[in-house]
């Protein structure tokens, strides 16, 4: 009898390169399964982040919308990356980027109008890409500021989950007292506050122990327990918030694609001021251009993959898919997408190739028919991951010289300003022009790129339009 692989087996190694990589199918496939497993967490996130805010007007996305175009742009866009990459990377919508969305472009304008700046910025992107001007924005950024804007987000996207939780609650009319408190009262009470505790314990047990999948795991099992404390408690529904954990009467359901194509591509520029609009993509621009060049770094050094030169293979096709990503995200209306760190679980697994993306985007796709189950997950129980992805992002201040006051000042007022301002721009803005200040008073103003000028000099325009609009009368 022969021995011999069937013959899709040798054109899958061909293709993917899996024998020249160390690897084998079983292993790329068990990779794919380890990545979709440990980001999948991403199709319950992302909706509440996204579905929780209201657009200048008013509107807010379809919880359900929003789950599907979710999914189905990681389900494409990862896809795309393993067969035109052949890299064991995957695409999501980006933490981070989608709060700054939210929080940031829908307060502005319309949501169609925020989700055209996103399509905008993959645009801008795919051409630095292809001018090779996107590695000379990278070198234009300290390194610095670069670390201190991660920590800044991830504060940030804590502070949100801690809010979307109601662990923490804004004082209304209560002038002079502090801003924020615990609980709805000063104090914790409820049970949907209850399962938020919980779940955040559990979640930081599940993450010290390194288990894989910690925060899926987490969402899941929470969101049982509140099922289950919801049916046997009453409870006012308006304590759950967005979500009700009801139990859901169908598990498989079409998908809905009514947000795929409702984005304005210009339409923002009506909105607010173009210096406003520049700096609000430029945002956008900056958290996804580092957030991607350093997973696709890391995860390829991790999978063995670097060159000797330190290059990853095939980075051009890739960092040009990953700006289409973000093209796909606004077009779908699911936030601008990126390559994911998580993807290191993939290759932990032993995935080296881009079989295994094309394994957890094809798991996204199958994902597309269950979400009636990603719709049943309260705030409370997804809040928890939202914290711990804000830890996460703050291990990167280990990183930052402190003692040099040069770059530590506006590291911290970037990171600083993020949360207390509840504005991702403001805190980026104050970084890049508290570090120029400073830089020029100590006589090393040729340290500082020509672009960071260009950019602070945007930033002095963007923080000082209010008061010059007031001086000169214009409302």
Request: aromatic residues 8%; contains cysteine.
């Amino acid at each position: 009898m022969s021995t011999s692989q069937p013959q899709h087996h040798h054109t899958l190694d061909r293709y993917f390169r899996i024998s020249a990589r160390g690897s084998t199918i079983a292993r790329e496939v068990r990779g794919g399964f380890a990545t979709f497993f440990t980001m999948a967490y991403i199709i319950v996130l992302n909706p509440i982040i996204l579905g929780g805010v209201e657009d200048k007007y008013g509107q807010t996305l379809s919880h359900t919308a929003l789950v599907t175009s979710t999914t189905l742009v990681a389900a494409v866009m990862t896809a795309i990356l393993g067969l035109g990459g052949n890299l064991p990377i995957a695409i999501a919508a980006g933490l981070g980027l989608n709060a700054v969305v939210a929080f940031q472009l829908a307060p502005l304008m319309s949501w169609a109008d925020a989700m055209g700046l996103v399509v905008v910025e993959g645009i801008v992107i795919c051409v630095l890409v292809v001018t090779g001007l996107r590695e000379a924005v990278m070198h234009a950024i300290p390194k610095p500021l670069k670390q201190a804007i991660s920590v800044g987000i991830g504060l940030f996207i804590a502070f949100i989950g801690f809010i979307d939780a109601g662990f923490v609650t804004r004082i209304p009319g209560e002038a002079g007292t502090v801003p924020v408190q615990l609980g709805a009262t000063g104090q914790l009470s409820g049970w949907p506050v209850l399962i938020f505790c919980l779940g955040l314990l559990f979640t930081c047990a599940l993450i010290a122990r390194r288990v894989r999948g910690a925060i899926l795991i987490s969402i899941v099992v929470m969101t049982l327990i509140a099922i289950v404390i919801d049916l046997i408690a009453e409870i006012d529904p308006e304590a759950w918030g967005l979500t009700v954990p009801d139990v859901p009467s169908d598990i498989i359901a079409a998908p809905d694609f009514q947000l795929i194509g409702q984005f304005s591509l210009l339409g923002a520029f009506g909105q607010a001021s173009a210096v406003t609009i520049v700096l609000l993509v430029f945002t956008l621009l900056l958290s996804d251009f580092f957030d991607s060049m350093g997973t696709i770094v890391g995860v390829a050094n991790e999978a063995g993959l670097l060159d000797e030169n330190g290059d990853v293979p095939n980075l051009g096709r890739v960092l040009l898919i990953d700006g289409a990503a973000a093209v796909a995200g606004g077009v779908a209306s699911s936030s601008s997408a990126t390559c994911y760190i998580e993807s290191a679980s993939g290759v932990a697994e032993g995935a080296r190739t881009g079989l295994a993306s094309l394994v957890t985007g094809a798991l996204f796709g199958i994902a597309l028919l269950f979400t009636p189950l990603a719709t049943v997950v309260p705030a409370q129980a997804a809040a928890p991951a939202l914290v711990v992805v804000g830890f996460l992002l703050m291990t990167q201040v280990r990183h930052i010289d402190w003692e040099r006051y040069d770059v530590g000042i506006p590291a911290f007022l970037t990171i600083a300003i993020m949360p207390f301002t509840y504005s991702i721009t403001n805190g980026i803005g104050a970084g890049f022009l508290s570090y120029v200040v400073i830089k020029t008073v100590l006589g090393k103003a040729r340290e500082v790129h020509w672009l960071l000028w260009i950019v602070s000099a945007l930033f002095v325009v963007y923080f000082g339009v209010g008061p010059v609009e007031e001086l000169l009368g214009i409302s």
